[in-house]
C-alpha cells in the first residue's frame, strides 16, 4: 500500500475498519487507553508509541474517537500533521463543531473532510454508507475507496454538509428507537405486547420515506390539534401503567404546534 494510514482512536470502528481492510503495517493507530493497544495487535496495525509518531508521514488520517473528544484531537493533534495530510473527521458530532476542526487543521496546513458514518459499523464493515464534505470531497472519496470502503458518496464542498446530513437523520433513526423503548415498556406493563405489535404490522404501508414525510406532515397540520389532545391521553396512560412518558409529552407539544400552524395556514387562504 503507498500510504501510510493514521488512526486515532481504537475503538470498535478502527479495529473492523483495520481487520476488514487488512492494513497491517501500512496503518498506525494510537489510542488514549493503552489497553487498545492489544487490539490494534489482534487487527496487525502498528501500535503508535506517541500521537506524533503515529502521525508522522500519515497522509490519511481517520480520526474515530469519543463525540466528546473530536473536537479536541483535532485542535491539539492538527499542529503534529504533514503539511497537506488529509484529517477525515469520522466523528457523530454537529456541523458547526466539525467546521471549528476544520479551521484548526486548515491553520496548520493540512486538508480537513466531514465524513458522517450511515450506519452501525458491524457488520457492514467497509460497506457502511459513507458521506463525504469539503473542499475535496470528490478526491477524498476516491482515496477512500483506494483504502477498501465502497460506499462513499460526495455530498458537497462544504464542511459541515455531512455531518448536517447525519444529524438531522438520527432526530428519526434514534427517535424510532426511543419511542419504542417507551412503548414496549408500557405494552409490557399493560400485558399487551403481543395485540399492539400485531395492529402495527396491519396498519403498517410500505412507502418511500418521502412518500411517508409528505403524507405525515399533511396529517400532522390538519389534524395536529385534535392529536395533540389524544396523545395527553396517552400520556395519561403511559403514567398510570409507571411508564414515564417522555418521548410521549414531546409528540404532543409538535402535534400541537404543527396543528397550530396548519390552522393559522388555512386561515390566510380563506381570508
Not at 16 to 31: E, L, P, R
Not at 229 to 241: D, G, I, P, Q, R
Request: hydrophobic share 45%; charged share 25%.
Amino acid at each position: 500500500m503507498q500510504v501510510k494510514i493514521a488512526l486515532i482512536g481504537f475503538g470498535e470502528a478502527a479495529s473492523t475498519f483495520a481487520i476488514s481492510a487488512g492494513w497491517g503495517n501500512a496503518a498506525t493507530a494510537f489510542d488514549i487507553d493503552p489497553a487498545r493497544k492489544d487490539a490494534m495487535s489482534r487487527a496487525q496495525v502498528v501500535a503508535g508509541s506517541s500521537v506524533r509518531q503515529t502521525l508522522s508521514g500519515a497522509s490519511m488520517v481517520l480520526s474515530l474517537v469519543t463525540a466528546d473528544q473530536a473536537l479536541n484531537a483535532a485542535q491539539d493533534y492538527a499542529p503534529l500533521l504533514d503539511p497537506q495530510a488529509i484529517w477525515c473527521d469520522m466523528n457523530s458530532v454537529a456541523p458547526e463543531t466539525k467546521r471549528t476542526a476544520a479551521e484548526a487543521v486548515e491553520t496548520a496546513g493540512a486538508r480537513y473532510l466531514d465524513i458522517a458514518v450511515l450506519a452501525p459499523v458491524n457488520p457492514a464493515a467497509l460497506n457502511v454508507p459513507l458521506l463525504v464534505s469539503g473542499p475535496e470531497g470528490e478526491y477524498v472519496s476516491e482515496r477512500l475507496g483506494a483504502l477498501g470502503f465502497t460506499d462513499c458518496r460526495c455530498v458537497g464542498p462544504e464542511v459541515g454538509r455531512a455531518s448536517t446530513v447525519k444529524m438531522v437523520r438520527s432526530v428519526m433513526v434514534k427517535g424510532i428507537e426511543a419511542l419504542t423503548d417507551e412503548m414496549m415498556a408500557a405494552a409490557r406493563a399493560a400485558g399487551v405486547v403481543e395485540e399492539v405489535l400485531a395492529s402495527l404490522d396491519a396498519s403498517e404501508k410500505p412507502r418511500s420515506w418521502a412518500e411517508r414525510a409528505a403524507y405525515n406532515l399533511e396529517r400532522i397540520e390538519t389534524h395536529g390539534l385534535r392529536r395533540a389532545a389524544e396523545m395527553e391521553e396517552v400520556a395519561k396512560t403511559l403514567e398510570s401503567l409507571g411508564t414515564e412518558p417522555t418521548m410521549t409529552r414531546g409528540t404532543v407539544a409538535r402535534q400541537r404546534a404543527a396543528g397550530e400552524r396548519g390552522q393559522n395556514i388555512r386561515k390566510d387562504r380563506a381570508a
